[in-house]
């Protein structure tokens, strides 16, 4: 098990650095969405199964789509670096190379995963109630009753937080759609398109964050606008 | 994006079914395994990326319309924050359950059981249409005008990633 561990973590420093030194976005994208698949696989290794799942489906199906998409809008090759000056090189080394030593500090001082005598693990409000007396009146299965335990902190005690996160993720669509709609009419809506429908933000009041975005769009798709 | 190889086409109409069919059985047995609303959501909507990707923009939107996605992507949200607000009306604390029936534990059971589910395909619901609403904008642009971008960017060559239309 330890070599896999070691394997899948040696695999997963070396597909960062190549995604971070790629010039090629397109080529740094595949070997991000390659990055969350040993991610997965990694979540896998320690069990957690839902978390290994979203990683699959969000980290290397949707997010590397959703790159592809912002790629084709923004070109497939980053800008040469510029000619810096030395500091200005080295400070950034020195800065990420000090939080890598203190983290690795940090972890020397944490339990082995899957120790049961980790605080995490031996706390008697947090492992009794929801996995180790699962079976049990008080516990999460007969409190709640869903066999995945899982869905019953996700959804039952800890619904509150689950429901903040479905809005951060209609809000996220919410944001697109006001930034990078602009100009474009509704599609379903021939009423508000229509040539005689007022417009309901004229270019002229344009907020500053979407002006690169909506003047190139009136540059060369101004026949919809 | 779009491709014209009949392989891809082909292939991907007889798998978009079977993708959504998978999302919806990873909602449905979000309470016994691995899956719930987030990840179901994820896969219903890769199946309309698909779409988008193998038969272009416009064909994708005309499967899945701005109005409907528009309309869909709240109505999750919408129908989360109900159930938590109904618990409250029912007398109990926002999102619990157990207040919309009596102190009968198969009751209570059962409540707990259609509260999940409930707020499960809103997550569904929600995440499903939010990216699908995510990759459609993002990537209109790709079809209208991809010479523009080419004067930017010399090297940047779009059709040599697959995009041959």
Redesign the interface.
Known sequence: MTFIDDLLLAILVILAVSAVRSRDL?AATAIAGAYSLMMALLWVVMNA??V???EA??GA??ST??M???I??????EKPAEKSSRPRRVMPVVASVACAAALLYGTADMPRVGDPNSPANSHPGVVKRYLDSADKPDGSLGE?????V??SV???YR??D??G???V??T???C??LL??HG?G????PARSGPGAPRTLPPVQTPALTAPIAG??H???GDEA | MKTNSPIIQMVSRFMIPFIQLYGMYVFAHGEVGPGGGFQAGVIIAASFVLLGLVYGWDYGRSQVSERVSDLLAPTGALLYGLIGLGAVFAGGAYLQYAAYTDSDPHHVHLAHHLGLIGIELGVTITVTFAMVTLYFEMSRVSDEDQDGLADNYPAHSPKAGGQDD
């Not at chain 1, 709640?144 to 995945?148: D, S």
Request: aromatic residues 8%; proline residues 4%; hydrophobic residues 45%.
């Open positions: 397109l199964m839902d290994a799942f979203t489906a969000v199906g949707i789509v959703l592809l998409a912002a084709s809008r923004v070109g497939r090759l709640v009753g869903p066999p995945n899982v869905t996700l959804g039952d619904g509150y689950t429901f996160e479905t809005t993720i209609f996220a669509a919410l697109v759609v990078l709609r474009h509704t599609g379903g809506s190139r769009r540059s060369s798709g």
